[in-house]
């Protein structure tokens, strides 16, 4: 438990109603998307950047441990408080656009603004925001730099780290930095902005983000691709995309999801039909629209695809992305407990993957289906555990994850294609980095927080 003479002290940096320290709010700010929960010992929801930096000064020179907390959406445990200590929450009050800059098409706002809602706001005014993970109507955009969110858009558009301009942080000493700039170029000093995408609050605390913009695209079209097998859809991805195609979005559902979609949710879908690939392409002229599905149907049918279907409106794009938002929900049929990992690798690697995902399946004795991010060759793998109460079958489907790790690794690729580390892939990171590169890490963490209070424990660090 905190002591409460620290308690008291906050109380006087930022008021009595902003540190909470009751049962209900120590529940409420103790688990995330993992569902696995920690308690912080107070919630703190700081009213400015100088709220920050004074509570962090203080936390830093009493050993008090700090968790910096989005909306609590992430998948691998990166806003838990493992080591107990303060949360600190920004959806309370900081958690405003401050400037919408038309002229330079960039944005300013704080940690706490839902995604959505500067999608909404951008829109508007016809420009836009492209990362739009798919916690979008509620995770924040702080929480989706500290964790580099991607999304489906990702395939054309690139990740948050390809929007972040520049970024106002505290460290934890209190020390207020500005890092990057609100310029196209700027080659002074360290990348410092870059560092702190993806850092997962370990390094410092992110008070305000500056966010490129682009133009809104004037029109959008939906199409999909069916295909006899998840083999032929994984080679049209990166032969459409070698022929001159640029799509928003190119996701892909296996054999396993598909049979899922129809058993649980009722979709219907051809019956040959054993992986689909479904997306978008956008463009300011129906021309440019034109060429990429006639690009992506070309592909598609050279590699296999039995049939392609546009969808000219609104509706009908619904009615096609319909199955890929049920994807995850569906796949329950083939088991109770989900482990659900985002690896990532080049996009020529598609099919060895997915057939080396498979055979480690079948090795185990699970069901893997997978779908996901094509288009950016990334993957969602569900291990499937058919009775995760069952201590056996669920080591054995942790051994089975490990193992897919290992193979994606030796292919070229990476443990998180948009998740992040956090607490449940800390274990793994020997697989992906060296040991000097890992001690990299661990030196640029105590540059940044020598005294280790922000967030430790996170990535393995």
Known sequence: MIDPKHLERFRSFIGE????????????????????????????????????????????????????????????????????????????????????????????????????????????????????????????????????????RAAKYGITKDYVMALRAVRANGDVIRAGKRTIKDVAGYNIAGALVGSEGTLAVITEITLKLLPKPRFRKAYM???????????????????????????????????????KLGVELPEEAGALLIGDVDGNVIQELEFQLETLERSFKANGAQSFVIADDGEARDKLWFARRNASPSITIYGNKKLNEDISVPRSMLPKALEKIYAIGEKYGFKVPCFGHAGDGNIHVNVMVPDGKDEAQLARGHEAIEEIFEAVVAMGGTLSGEHGIGLSKAPFMDIAFTPQEIALFRDLKRAFDPNNILNPGKMGL
């Open 17 to 152: 109603e902003n540190v909470k320290s009751d049962k209900a709010h120590m529940i409420a700010y103790s688990y995330d998307a993992t569902r696995t929960r920690y308690e912080p010992d107070a919630v703190l929801f700081p009213r400015d950047e100088e709220d920050v930096s004074r509570i962090l000064t203080y936390c830093n020179a009493h050993g008090i441990v700090v968790t910096p907390r989005g909306a609590g959406s992430g998948f691998t445990g990166g806003a838990l408080p493992v080591n107990g200590g303060i949360t600190l929450a920004f959806e309370k009050h900081m958690n405003k656009i401050l400037e919408i800059d038309m002229q330079n098409m960039m944005a300013v706002v704080q940690p706490g603004v839902i995604n959505m809602d500067l999608q909404r706001a951008v829109e508007a005014v016809g420009l836009f925001y492209p990362p739009d993970p798919a916690s979008e109507q509620y995770s924040t955009i702080g929480g989706n730099v500290s964790e580099n969110a991607g999304g489906m």
């Open 225 to 263: 691709g069916i295909f006899p097998d998840v083999e032929a859809a994984m080679n049209a991805v990166f032969k459409s995309l070698a022929a001159g195609a640029n799509p928003v979005a190119m996701e892909f559902m296996d054999a396993l999801v598909v049979q899922a979609l129809k058993e």
